[in-house]
């Protein structure tokens, strides 16, 4: 049996996906998701067809979009790094241990910063209106109609509890980042 082989190679082009790849791996689950859950609450095939398009569409572009968008930041932060030291960099950005080489920490504290900037500003608050408003309406939904919006409620709370503490974990891990290297230069 053959094994696969850690080949640095393909870790560098799994960051270069075109949006439009991106977009169908994030429009068609949950297009499907969607489907389901209309067919699952007794509406006919067609209609399931319907609301996974209409849904899984918009959904992958945004997607496709953000991806895209975040890929590009993810680049730039990286700079000219060698592919085996970006994988340190981002283990020390998410968490991992402080790396001794400058650098290295200089790219996961760029990394972290990066981060932190998908949940900053104007972005954060209207990500946690929409998540708050998709909550309550799966709620409702669940009690008024179907249990089965209280699957979408789970993923709507889990989120908004994601909204809240990552911001708070990255800029912990962007003060201990910071910290070594103040550290390291005296």
């Known amino acids: 049996m053959q094994r696969l082989v850690d080949d640095p190679e393909v870790r560098a082009y799994r960051s270069e996906v075109p949006w439009w790849v991106l977009a169908v791996i994030g429009g068609v689950p949950f297009g499907v ?8 609450d ?41 592919t085996d030291k970006v994988e340190v960099a ?4 998410a968490g991992g241990p402080v790396p001794v080489d400058a650098e290295i920490r200089s790219a ?8 932190l900037g998908q949940f900053a500003g104007k972005t954060r608050r209207l990500s946690i209106v929409m998540m708050v408003l998709l909550w309550i309406t799966s709620v409702v939904g669940a009690v008024a109609d179907s249990l089965w919006a209280l699957v979408p409620a789970l993923f709507f709370g889990v989120m908004l509890f994601w909204q809240w503490y990552l911001p708070r974990q990255i800029r912990r891990r962007i003060s201990v980042l910071s910290g070594a290297t103040t550290a390291s230069a005296d």
Not at 90 to 93: T, V, Y
Not at 108 to 115: C, D, E, P
């Open 90 to 93: 981002h283990q020390a950005a």
């Open 108 to 115: 996961a504290l760029s990394i972290a910063s990066v981060q």
């Open 42 to 82: 007794g509406s006919s095939w067609t209609e399931a067809g319907v609301g996974a398009l209409v849904t899984g569409i918009p959904f992958g572009l945004a997607m496709g979009w953000w991806s895209a968008n975040w890929q590009t930041g993810m680049k730039e932060a990286e700079g000219d790094l060698p």
């Open 33 to 40: 998701a969607m489907g389901l859950s209309t067919k699952l």
